[in-house]
């Protein structure tokens, strides 16, 4: 019997599929993945090294899915805006991947260049090395937890003083996703707002004072 004209797995294919079932809530391991696939769990194995390395076959279908608009100009601002907004759209679409994604350092080329391009913007506002690695920090943190949120249950929290201030708050929404939607947004304009305070409490760059 010939070879096939075709490859039966390929990384893309295997990637997609182990997506699939992560999405599903079904608990993930390579011999199901195999399963699902239709080969044995060795022949996984030539084509992804291990685990870790098909987490980050996974974070280039995501990123995939989910790009990055390219940089149309505008201001800092805007550049951090479209990139958090496509990271969360990212983790929501599939919230049972991001414990994954946490547990694997992030090698994977594609991805990289997003926080690459995060970075830059954050820089070319005025923040230094070290701001930089903080700020990066805290908007990959909002974004991650806004859509670990997708896992919660549709209803958090349950107050039997329907007279109080939290059950009017959550009364006053139908929709729980409405609601992050709209927490995201508010929370990001909070942290944007945040930054450019910062910024504004600071001298111009050719007024700050000099050494004597």
């Known amino acids: 019997m010939g070879r096939p004209l075709t ?29 699902r696939l239709g080969v044995s769990a060795p022949a996984l194995y030539n ?21 990055v608009p390219r940089d149309a100009g505008g201001t800092w601002v805007d550049r951090v805006t479209v990139i958090a907004r496509a990271q969360r759209a990212a983790y929501s679409a599939h919230p049972n991947v991001v414990p994954l994604l946490i547990g694997v350092p992030l090698a994977q080329p594609e991805v990289l260049e997003i926080y690459r391009d995060l970075a830059r913007a954050l820089a070319s506002a005025g923040f230094d090395d070290a701001e930089v690695g903080v700020l990066l920090e805290v908007i990959d943190s909002f974004a991650i937890g806004n859509a670990l949120e997708q896992r919660a249950p549709q209803q958090i929290w349950v ?29 990001l304009e909070f942290i944007l707002g945040g930054m450019q305070a910062r910024l504004s409490k600071r001298p111009p760059v050719d007024e700050a004072p000099t050494s004597p």
């Not at 084509?47 to 899915?65: N, P, S, T, Y």
């Open 7 to 35: 490859p039966l797995l390929s990384v893309d294919l295997i990637a997609e599929t182990a997506l699939e079932i992560i999405d599903s809530g079904e608990p993930f391991s390579m011999r199901r993945l195999a399963k």
């Open 47 to 67: 084509h992804v090294e291990g685990k870790d390395a098909l987490v980050e076959l996974i974070r280039g279908v995501m990123v995939a899915q989910h790009p």
């Open 159 to 187: 107050d039997p003083d329907d007279e109080g201030a939290l059950a009017r708050a959550m009364g006053s929404w139908s929709s729980p996703q409405a609601l992050l939607d709209e927490a995201f947004e508010t929370g």
